[in-house]
C-alpha cells in the first residue's frame, strides 16, 4: 500500500470507531450509463476496486440502488472477503424504477428493505456506516431516523449519518442519537443548481452544514466532488492554477476540498483505473493560501 502523505490537513479521520484515510471512492460511476445496468467493462471496474484498495482508500461509498444492486456486487466480486482496514458506507432512502429514474423509498418499512438489500449484496451481517439519504416526501425524519437506530439497535448498523441535510437537520438528528458522517454536495462551483435537483439535495449554503460538522467533529462526504467532470468549466482560477502546478483541474479541486475543511472527505468515483489513480495522486497537491482563496472564490 503506497503512502498517504497529503498536502493540506490531517491524513485519517475518525467515524466513530472508525479510523480511515482522508480520501475515499465513490462506487456510484461503476454502473453503466445513468448509473443504470452493468458497466461496459465489468473486469475494468472491478480492477478499479482493487487498485483502489492497494492505493490506500479505506472507505467506500456505494448504495444498493446505484445499478441497482450492479454497485455492491462488483464490490463484493472484486474485494470479499473485505481487508480489514475497508469500510463500507451505504446510503437509504431512494430507489430505481424501471424507466431508471430515481425514486424515495423512505418510509421505514422501505428502509429496512433496502438494509437489507445491502446487506444481501455486499455479503455482510452488519453495515459500517448508513447515510440517511433525506428527501421530502411526507415521511418525518423523525420517523426515518428512528427507523435507521432500531435497525442499530439490532446490530445490522454500526453507525449512523446523514444525507442531503440542512444544519438544523443535523442538529436534530444528534439530539437523538450519535451522527458520524454527512454526505451533501459540495464542489468548488459552491454546488450547481441542477446537480442539487437532480439529487433532491436542499439548496442552501453549503459551508453551514460543514461548518457544523467541523465544530461537532463529524465527516463530511461531499458528493458529486468534481461536479460530474465539469469543475473547469468557466472557471479561469481553477484552470490557470492546474497549468501552474502541471496538474488536471480535478486533482486541484480535490486539492481543494481537502484544502477547505480537516474534516472534508472527499469520494471521488469513476470506472477507470487510470482516472482514479490521478484522483488519487491529488492528494498531495500543496496549494498556496492564495491559490485556495482564488478557487472558492471563483
Not at 438489500?117 to 451481517?125: G, I, N, Q, S
Amino acid at each position: 500500500m503506497s503512502s498517504t502523505a497529503f498536502g493540506h490537513g490531517p491524513d485519517r479521520i475518525r467515524l466513530g470507531d472508525l479510523d480511515v484515510c482522508r480520501m475515499g471512492f465513490g462506487a456510484m460511476r461503476l454502473p453503466g450509463p445513468d448509473v443504470w445496468g452493468p458497466p461496459a467493462d465489468a473486469d475494468e471496474a472491478r480492477r478499479v476496486l482493487r487498485r483502489a484498495v492497494d492505493l490506500g482508500v479505506e472507505l467506500i461509498d456505494t448504495s444498493w440502488y446505484y445499478g441497482p444492486f450492479v454497485a455492491n456486487e462488483l464490490i463484493a466480486e472484486a474485494l470479499y472477503p473485505y481487508p480489514s482496514q475497508l469500510v463500507l458506507a451505504c446510503k437509504l432512502g431512494g430507489k430505481r424504477l424501471p424507466d431508471a429514474s430515481w425514486a424515495p423509498f423512505n418510509r421505514p418499512e422501505e428502509l429496512r428493505i433496502g438494509c437489507e438489500h445491502d446487506l444481501r449484496t455486499l455479503r455482510l451481517e452488519r453495515l459500517d456506516v448508513v447515510h440517511l439519504r433525506w428527501m421530502n416526501t411526507g415521511v418525518p425524519f423523525a420517523e426515518q431516523l428512528d427507523a435507521l437506530i432500531a435497525l442499530q439497535a439490532e446490530g445490522k448498523i454500526r453507525h449512523i449519518a446523514l444525507s442531503t441535510v440542512s444544519a438544523p437537520m443535523v442538529e436534530a438528528a444528534l439530539a437523538r442519537t450519535p451522527i458520524v458522517a454527512v454526505q451533501n454536495l459540495y464542489n468548488v462551483t459552491g454546488g450547481d443548481g441542477k446537480l442539487a435537483r437532480m439529487t433532491h439535495a436542499l439548496v442552501e449554503s453549503p459551508d453551514a452544514v460543514l461548518d457544523l460538522c467541523e465544530a461537532r467533529g463529524i465527516a463530511y462526504l461531499p458528493f458529486f466532488p468534481l461536479a460530474v467532470g465539469q469543475v473547469g468549466a468557466e472557471r479561469p482560477a481553477l484552470l490557470e492554477i492546474a497549468a501552474r502546478h502541471g496538474r488536471t483541474v480535478f486533482q486541484v479541486a480535490i486539492a481543494w476540498l481537502l484544502a477547505r475543511s480537516k474534516v472534508m472527505l472527499p469520494i471521488p468515483g469513476t470506472g477507470r483505473v487510470a482516472h482514479l489513480e490521478d484522483n488519487w495522486a491529488a492528494r498531495t497537491l500543496q496549494l498556496t493560501p492564495d491559490e485556495i482563496a482564488a478557487i472558492g472564490a471563483g
